[in-house]
């Protein structure tokens, strides 16, 4: 199946896409804020740079993108028709790389939450706040939260 869109209309679509201070992102900093939660952004002076850093409680947040993070069983992370071996390498790189930033996260002593960009939109993201200090009050170690009300540690 061919782009619909000619190389460089593409390249601009693709160039446009942030890294930071996204929606979802925004709709997890304003959730923390008004549960109470201080904290720092995107602290390069920790594995992965966090996109949320709780230096008390020792909580790094990231804020992952369904596609770009490949959050599997998620409608949001569908692999493009369109060169999709590219895709899949360049996302399972980013996979890999978050493993990696977990990991080192981990043996420095901090507690580690991902939400998903999922968890962020609709009818999901009216109990964020609750399900965000929840995890943050708790003592699990590594914690998702997706669009389903359940959370995994």
Request: charged share 20%; net charge negative.
């Given at each position: 199946m061919a782009d619909v869109v000619d190389p460089e209309t593409r390249s601009r679509m693709m160039s446009s896409i942030r890294g930071k201070d996204t929606e979802p992102e925004m709709a997890v900093r304003r959730a923390l804020f008004a549960a109470g939660f201080r904290f720092r952004l995107h602290r390069r002076d920790l594995p992965g740079a966090p996109d949320v850093a709780l230096p008390g409680p020792r909580v790094a947040v990231f804020?992952?993108?369904?596609?770009?993070?490949?959050?599997?069983?998620?409608?949001?992370a569908k692999?493009?028709?369109?060169?999709?071996?590219?895709?899949?390498a360049k996302l399972d790189d980013n996979v890999k790389r978050d493993k990696r930033a977990v990991a080192a996260l981990r043996r420095a002593g901090w507690r580690v939450?991902?939400?998903?960009?999922?968890?962020?939109?609709?009818?999901?993201?009216?109990g964020l706040?609750?399900?965000?200090?929840?995890?943050?009050?708790?003592?699990?170690?590594?914690?998702?939260?997706?669009?389903?009300?359940?959370?995994?540690?």
């Open positions: 804020v992952h993108g369904c596609f770009w993070h490949r959050h599997m069983a998620c409608s949001l692999l493009p028709a369109t060169n999709a071996e590219f895709w899949r939450l991902v939400v998903w960009e999922c968890a962020t939109r609709g009818k999901a993201a009216e706040t609750l399900r965000l200090s929840e995890w943050i009050e708790g003592h699990a170690p590594f914690g998702e939260i997706p669009e389903t009300v359940h959370m995994e540690t």
